[in-house]
């Protein structure tokens, strides 16, 4: 047996239950999300004469009921997705480090080895090696279900569940294994660590969250919400809407300190309302009403953009479990 | 009796120490978001009060109180998701290691031989945690319930069904469920990882089942209820229809436009087909409390169940 084999057997022997468990979670999870893709596509293909079914078409309206009422299901397998890299993360991660220490076995596994960090290496290559099969699984189902819910939709150009279809998955699951990893070495418990890790990933990825947004807002442009030709709003991501001055400052609806805001069919924003004319005071006139959005089209940058923060992220946690075990007594 | 009570808590300290702080969060967060929430609504309902809406504007006088209760109401969603899940947590991570440590560290033989029965060992073990799981659930769901009645659409009225898995002291005892499926679990597999995660697919399997049972009794229990547009009704909706005022025979909506009845000239002055009175076939608010006693019974019998598992797996496995 070589020596690459050995090592796998020995690390899938250790992690046996938290392996078979995401197995069969993602077994599961593909599973429904590939049966329901195909029964969407199979209603969709039965109704030639009706291309969109989330849209109002005469004579396609119970196609699209029953559409939509499948697809709303299939939806909250789109969620599940989104949780899946942060369970599948922890439950990976926490026990590499904690079961040594809390059946008093490290001791012995990290003696018999050259040194604890490449002890670690090992448990951690393996561990990671299972998280990212398993979520590019779950990556390619959902990307199947989502097209089949929205097939009208150019979803490589849409923010439309992002997160929950694509490679933001693994990334995020291997930040949540790094951080199982480095919880459990510190706790040294497993259920405990296991708790504190879920704590902990919801204070980390909730902040890498906010920070993010900031980030991506630097991609946003501005845009007027009446403009119906304006097409760059297809696949967009609204973040938010103020008003434009007549200086070009863009002001939150906020900022006006009358309480008061009447709005035109053009959009122009106004303070007073003109009782003998019926319509807005115009020496009252603010500003115009504006929609600040991310583009469709800068999906993929700012799907790789927390993709490699929150890689970063999970080598920051790997790099502290490994001081961790290090420094800390094997009991 | 206090002895085994403090060395019960202390063999999960840490667990406790974490969970209680998150409950602590949770019901924090939810009094606090409550609070905010009446404040601010408070502030623009005086606000709508004072500036009456001009003729033919669309746009709200108080638009600016929106934007700050937007924000509470996001904040409030993500404090119903810690009353659902601090609970089924606790619930968990309390019960899986009751039985569990003692026969992944082998001490289960040592602990059974110095007890006079390990059925009262177990329920020396159990009962603290227990509990805890109890009473800090009484308290998040409260804290949900005074929630779920600050949101700005209910405004001193009675939500219905609204929030029905975020509020109530029945999120107790469906902890309590948890706690018990976790006990069993843990007993019966030994491992307290392999536990959790079992415990976690038992709990969605349990949920998923009570959701459908309970679905089942409201829309069995739903009664047509006639609407008029004067008139507010709430509670849970199932459908509706059309009741002919003469007969008092039901047209479900599909049966109504089928015999033409939602054409044009068939339309009283109020827009209603003349003869007939517009019903929800629903289930009114004030039948909340009683599903709430038929669901406490159905997660009532599932923790008592489990318990019982729990202890008959303990009295004859091997302590190892």
């Known amino acids: 047996m070589t020596g690459v084999a050995r090592w796998a057997r020995l690390s899938l022997h250790l992690g046996r239950w938290e392996v078979l468990a995401s197995v069969a979670g993602v077994a599961l999870l593909t599973g429904l999300m590939l049966w329901f893709a195909w029964q969407l596509r199979m209603l969709a293909a039965g109704e030639p004469g009706c291309p969109d079914p989330h849209a109002y078409v005469p004579g396609c309206e119970a196609f699209a009921q029953r559409f939509q009422g499948l697809s709303g299901w299939a939806q909250g397998l789109l969620y599940l997705s989104w949780g899946a890299p942060f369970g599948m993360g922890l439950v990976l991660g926490v026990p590499i480090v904690a079961r040594e220490i809390e059946g008093r076995t490290a001791g012995m596994a990290w003696t018999l080895s050259r040194s604890r960090a490449g002890w670690l290496r090992g448990r951690l290559v393996f561990a990671a090696l299972v998280a990212v099969a398993l979520l590019a699984v779950v990556v390619l189902a959902s990307g199947i279900l989502a097209g089949a819910i929205v097939p009208n939709l150019k979803l490589d150009r849409d923010f439309t569940w992002i997160g929950r279809r694509d490679w933001l998955i693994v990334a995020r699951g291997l930040a949540a294994l790094g951080i199982g990893v480095l919880v459990g070495a510190v706790v040294g418990r497993q259920l405990p660590g296991l708790l504190a890790a879920a704590f902990v990933s919801v204070l980390v990825f909730a902040g890498v969250s906010l920070a993010m947004d900031r980030w991506n807002e630097t991609l946003a442009v501005v845009i007027d919400p009446y403009d119906t030709t304006d097409l760059v709003v297809e696949g967009s991501l609204g973040i938010g809407g103020g008003i434009e001055l007549p200086s070009g400052e863009l002001v939150s609806y906020a900022a006006i300190t009358s309480d008061e805001q009447y709005q035109d069919e053009t959009g122009a924003i106004y303070t007073r309302w003109d009782d003998e004319t019926g319509r807005a005071d115009p020496a009252s006139f603010v500003g115009w009403d504006r929609v600040r959005i991310i583009p469709g089209r800068q999906y993929p940058l700012v799907v790789a953009r927390a993709s490699a923060v929150a890689l970063g992220l999970g080598a920051l946690a790997f790099g502290g479990a490994t001081l961790a075990v290090r420094g800390r007594r094997p009991a | ?320």
């Not at chain 2, 609204?162 to 706690?179: H, L, N």
């Not at chain 2, 709990?203 to 609407?227: K, N, Q, R, S, Y």
Request: net charge neutral.
């Open chain 2, 1 to 320: 009796m206090r002895r085994a009570m403090r060395l019960a808590l202390a063999m999960q300290r840490l667990e406790l120490w974490l969970l209680l702080g998150a409950t602590v969060v949770v019901v924090i967060a939810a009094l606090g978001i409550a609070w905010q929430t009446r404040a601010v609504r408070d502030e623009q309902l005086a606000c709508y009060r004072q500036t009456p809406s001009a003729e033919g504007d669309v746009t709200s006088p108080c638009h600016a109180h929106d934007l700050r209760l937007d924000p509470l109401q996001a904040a409030a969603g993500v404090a119903k998701v810690g009353v659902i899940g601090v609970p089924i947590m606790m619930g968990a991570f309390l019960g899986v290691p009751i039985v569990a440590r003692e026969l992944e560290g082998r001490t289960a033989h040592l602990t059974w031989s110095l007890s006079r029965s390990r059925r009262r060992w177990l329920l020396q073990r159990a009962g603290p945690p227990l509990a805890v799981v109890a009473v800090a659930s009484v308290a998040v769901g409260v804290a949900g319930d005074v929630l779920t009645h600050a949101a700005p659409w209910v405004e001193g009225s009675d939500p219905g069904f609204e929030d029905w898995w975020s509020r109530g002291p029945q999120v107790a005892v469906r902890a309590a469920a948890v706690f018990g499926i976790a006990l069993a679990v843990g007993a019966l597999l030994g491992r307290q990882l392999p536990a959790v995660l079992v415990t976690g697919g038992a709990t969605l399997a349990l949920f998923m089942a009570a959701f459908f049972v309970l679905d089942g009794w409201m829309e069995a229990a739903a009664e047509p209820i006639p609407i008029a547009p004067t008139t507010i009704v709430s509670g849970k909706i199932y459908g509706g229809g059309l009741q002919n005022t003469a007969t008092g025979e039901l047209l479900s909506d599909e049966e109504a436009s089928v015999a033409g009845l939602w054409d044009e000239d068939q339309l009283d002055e109020n827009g209603i087909p003349r003869g007939y009175t517009m019903y929800f076939l629903m289930v009114p608010s004030h039948r909340y409390g009683e599903f709430v006693v038929r669901e406490a019974g159905l997660f009532g019998a599932a923790a008592a169940a489990t318990l019982a598992i729990g202890i008959l797996v303990t009295q004859r496995r091997r302590p190892i």
